[in-house]
């Protein structure tokens, strides 16, 4: 069925929250605790495709005990901000690359896809609505969440018939409560993210949801995220809980793991593939294993490690550790290359430097 072009209606907000207490939150927004006035909503049917799109006030949602994802977690989303620029414009950067991973999301959990045209719209017009919330100045931006649920009410175990896709916005300041200080990892020896032939590549919930348990552990030794090696062998390095890697080697070249099916396709992660190259870097996707992060960073041939996605910006990586040892990249602070490639990416997203891949869309 061809979708309709995109159109929503916005409900009237009786009570949106005042000037003082919008500034309040906004001074200090912290990261996914503070949300807008409004959220967009649309539901999915066989026989009606894509419908009824429309921003209403923000709100809990009303699900029956029997909804589909509340029990089969037949769920997927997706994370990008809205900037806003010194001139007061806003924008966002590469939506459209969001828009595809959430097509290959919903393909990969036999959800409907929402036309790229509708992702865009969905969030346009939250933002329209909401843009006295995207903060300005510092690192702050508006965090958007668009994300898709099985909503049939239904205990079998088959495809949603009834589907609904939501956007939340928040506005958000770093992801780490340090700003932008090296983080520990702790290394997951015994459990995987993801396995070949499972959903890693997809940004479902499922995979958070396996994450957790290590987290937790991550966070009882002091360490702010897991790293995840393959599920099959235990000795190539995938990805962090939330968020993409790279090891700055000390010939200057840059390697991050190739994609292999079961890591996420950060869009931070591509774009910092051409921005090192602009950079001068090489750069170079291929296995890692875990003994050339460990020795690598003891030899000194892995000079610097950073995290990277849209909540973590670019975020040095001081020590990697594990139950009787820890491998400290450098001498464990921020590295210069790690900084170089923050500053390039920040600066597009601001508006501070030129946009030559015509990565940034204006929004608002
Ligand atoms: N890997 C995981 C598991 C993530 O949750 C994220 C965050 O979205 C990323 C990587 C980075 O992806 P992106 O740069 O598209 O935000
Ligand atoms: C994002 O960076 O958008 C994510 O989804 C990661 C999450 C851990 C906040």
């Known amino acids: 069925m061809t979708p309709p072009p995109f159109r929503s209606r916005r409900e009237h907000h009786d009570d949106p929250r005042s000037a003082t207490e919008r500034d309040a939150i906004l001074a200090d927004p912290g990261f996914g605790s503070h949300f807008t006035d409004h959220m967009f909503l649309t539901e999915w049917t066989p026989d009606a495709g894509w419908h009824d799109a429309r921003v209403v006030p923000y709100g809990p949602l009303s699900l029956d005990p029997a909804t589909a994802v509340l029990h089969y977690a037949q769920e997927i989303f997706e994370g990008l901000k809205a900037y806003s620029h010194i001139d007061g414009s806003i924008w966002l950067f590469r939506p459209e690359a969001n828009a595809a991973r959430m097509r290959r999301s919903a393909w990969?959990?036999?959800?409907?896809?929402?036309?790229?045209?509708?992702?865009?719209g969905s969030i346009r017009d939250l933002v329209e609505a909401d843009r006295a919330w995207v903060p300005h100045g510092g690192e702050t931006s508006l965090y958007l969440r668009p994300f898709m649920f099985a909503s049939e009410v239904f205990l079998g175990v088959r495809p949603s018939k009834h589907v609904t896709y939501s956007v939340i916005a928040s506005p958000a300041g770093a992801y780490f409560p340090?700003?932008?200080?090296?983080?520990?990892?702790?290394?997951?020896?015994?459990?995987?993210?993801?396995?070949?032939?499972?959903?890693?590549?997809?940004?479902?919930?499922?995979?958070?949801?396996?994450?957790?348990?290590?987290?937790?552990?991550?966070?009882?030794?002091?360490?702010?995220?897991?790293?995840?090696?393959?599920?099959?062998?235990?000795?190539?390095?995938?990805?962090?809980?939330?968020?993409?890697?790279?090891?700055?080697?000390?010939?200057?070249?840059?390697?991050t793991p190739a994609l292999t099916g079961s890591i996420l396709e950060g869009i931070t992660r591509?774009?910092?593939?051409?921005?090192?190259?602009?950079?001068?870097?090489?750069?170079?996707e291929r296995r890692i294993s875990i003994d050339e992060w460990r020795d690598g960073t003891a030899d000194g041939t892995i000079t610097e490690v950073f995290a990277c996605g849209?909540?973590?910006?670019?975020?040095?990586?001081?020590?990697?550790?594990?139950?009787?040892?820890?491998?400290?990249?450098?001498?464990?602070?921020?590295?210069?290359?790690?900084?170089?490639?923050?500053?390039?990416?920040?600066?597009?997203?601001?508006?501070?430097?030129?946009?030559?891949?015509?990565?940034?869309?204006?929004?608002?």
């Open 270 to 284: 591509d774009s910092i593939l051409q921005i090192a190259r602009d950079l001068g870097h090489e750069v170079i």
């Open 310 to 364: 849209t909540a973590a910006v670019v975020t040095p990586v001081g020590a990697l550790k594990w139950n009787g040892g820890q491998a400290v990249a450098g001498d464990g602070e921020a590295g210069k290359v790690t900084m170089d490639v923050r500053s390039a990416l920040v600066d597009l997203q601001y508006g501070r430097a030129d946009d030559p891949h015509g990565w940034m869309t204006r929004i608002a």
């Open 108 to 120: 990969r959990l036999a959800l409907p896809e929402l036309p790229d045209e509708w992702f865009l």
């Open 178 to 255: 340090g700003g932008v200080k090296p983080i520990s990892i702790w290394l997951s020896e015994e459990f995987s993210r993801a396995a070949t032939g499972g959903t890693g590549a997809a940004k479902c919930g499922g995979n958070y949801a396996a994450s957790l348990l290590p987290q937790q552990e991550a966070i009882e030794n002091g360490c702010a995220q897991v790293a995840f090696l393959d599920a099959d062998e235990h000795r190539w390095i995938e990805e962090l809980g939330g968020m993409n890697l790279y090891f700055v080697q000390s010939d200057g070249s840059i390697v």
